[in-house]
C-alpha cells in the first residue's frame, strides 16, 4: 500500500509539475541607467496541456497595496503596456516564452525601479515562482575636492571630497600624486586632516569615492608655504608709524610772520631803552628797515618804556652837518 502510494507521488512530480530552472539569484544590484536581466527559465511536462502563460509582477512593499502586472505572455501574445513607468522599457528575452526562457530585460534603470519581482509560469495543471530583489544604486558623480584651512607651515587643515551623487554606502580613497610624503590613516574617509603641515606636504592629491556600481574621483593641488607673521608685523608699524606722524604735523600750527616781527621790535626798544648814549651811536646809524615795513605797519604802539621798567634817556638833536645842536 504505501509502495503504490509513493508511486502515485513520484508520478504526479514528473509528469504534472512546472519546473523553473534558474539559477537561484535572490538579488541584483546595478547602476541607474544600465540595463539588467532578470532570469526566468523553465521546463514543462509533457501531461502539462493547458495554455502557457508567463507573467512578472512587482511586489509592493506596503501590504495594504496591489501587485502590479509588468509584463505577460499568455494565448501566444505578449501584454507589456500594464505598468506605465515601464512602458518601452521592458520586454521578454526571448520573443517566444514557448522555448522555456521567460526572462526580461529591463533597460534604463532608474531609482524607482527598486523592488521585489517575481516570475510566475502556469500550463495547467503545473505552476511555478521565482522572486528576485532588484537593487539600482546611483553611481558616484560631480566628485569635488577642496581645502579647508591655511595653507601656511605648522597650521592644521583638512582636504574634503564630496559627491553631489552616489548611492551609500559610499567608501573613499586619498592618494598624493606627489612627492613621498605618507598620509595618515584617515586617508580612507571623505576628509582627511594634516596636522601641522610643512612644505613637504604640497603637491596634488587624488580622492576616488565609490560604491558597488561605480567610482569618481576629483584632483586639489595644495601648496604649503612659510608664515607670514614677521612681514605682517612690519607693515602695520610702517602704516601706524606714518599715520601718527602725519596727524602730529596736521595738528601743529603756522608760525605767523607778524607775531615774529612783533617779538623783534619789541626786544628791540627794550634794549635800546637801557642803553647809555655812548653806546647808542651804533644804533642811531642802524636802519629800521631791516624789519619788513609791512610788518611794522601792523605792530601796536611802542609800549611805555617806563612802565617796563626803562630809564628814559634824552637823545640829542643833531644837525645835518652831524654837530650836535
Known amino acids: 500500500m504505501i509502495n503504490i502510494i509513493s508511486s502515485l507521488l513520484h508520478c504526479s512530480i514528473t509528469e504534472y509539475g512546472v519546473t523553473i530552472t534558474s539559477t537561484n539569484q535572490p538579488m541584483v544590484e546595478k547602476a541607474r541607467g544600465e540595463k539588467v536581466t532578470l532570469p526566468c527559465t523553465f521546463t514543462v511536462s509533457q501531461e502539462d496541456q493547458g495554455p502557457l502563460d508567463v507573467e512578472w509582477v512587482l511586489i509592493p512593499t506596503d501590504n495594504q497595496k496591489k501587485e ?9 501574445r505578449i501584454y507589456n503596456d500594464y505598468y506605465e513607468a515601464m512602458n518601452g522599457r521592458v520586454q521578454f528575452t526571448n520573443p517566444d516564452p514557448r ?19 517575481q516570475c510566475r509560469v502556469k500550463k495547467a495543471p503545473g505552476i511555478e515562482s521565482l522572486k528576485i530583489r532588484l537593487i539600482v544604486l546611483v553611481k558616484p558623480a560631480r566628485t ?14 583638512t582636504l574634503k571630497c564630496v559627491s553631489q551623487e552616489g548611492s551609500p554606502l559610499l567608501s573613499y580613497n586619498w592618494r598624493k600624486l606627489t612627492g613621498t610624503k605618507e598620509l595618515p590613516a584617515t586617508s580612507l574617509l571623505s576628509e582627511l586632516s594634516l596636522k601641522s603641515v610643512s612644505e613637504e606636504y604640497s603637491g596634488t592629491y587624488n580622492c576616488v569615492a565609490a560604491n558597488r556600481v561605480g567610482a569618481d574621483d576629483c584632483f586639489v593641488v595644495l601648496n604649503v608655504t612659510p608664515r607670514k607673521y614677521l612681514l605682517k608685523t612690519v607693515l602695520l608699524f610702517l602704516h601706524f608709524y606714518f599715520c601718527n606722524r602725519k596727524k602730529q604735523v596736521d595738528a601743529s600750527p603756522p608760525k605767523s610772520r607778524t607775531s615774529t616781527a612783533r617779538s623783534y621790535i619789541g626786544s628791540n626798544r627794550s634794549s635800546l631803552g637801557s642803553m647809555s648814549p655812548s653806546k647808542m651811536e651804533g644804533y642811531a646809524t642802524t636802519p629800521y628797515n631791516q624789519v619788513p615795513s609791512e610788518d611794522l605797519k601792523r605792530s601796536p604802539a611802542a609800549p611805555n618804556r617806563s612802565r617796563m621798567g626803562a630809564v628814559p634817556v634824552m637823545i640829542p638833536a643833531q644837525s645835518k652837518d652831524g654837530s650836535i645842536v
Open 68 to 76: 502590479q502586472t509588468i509584463i505577460m505572455y499568455s494565448v501566444d
Open 99 to 117: 522555448s522555456g526562457d521567460g526572462s526580461i530585460n529591463i533597460v534604463n534603470l532608474k531609482s524607482a525601479d527598486t523592488g521585489t519581482y
Open 144 to 157: 569635488k575636492c577642496y581645502i579647508e584651512g591655511s595653507q601656511e607651515t605648522g597650521r592644521d587643515l
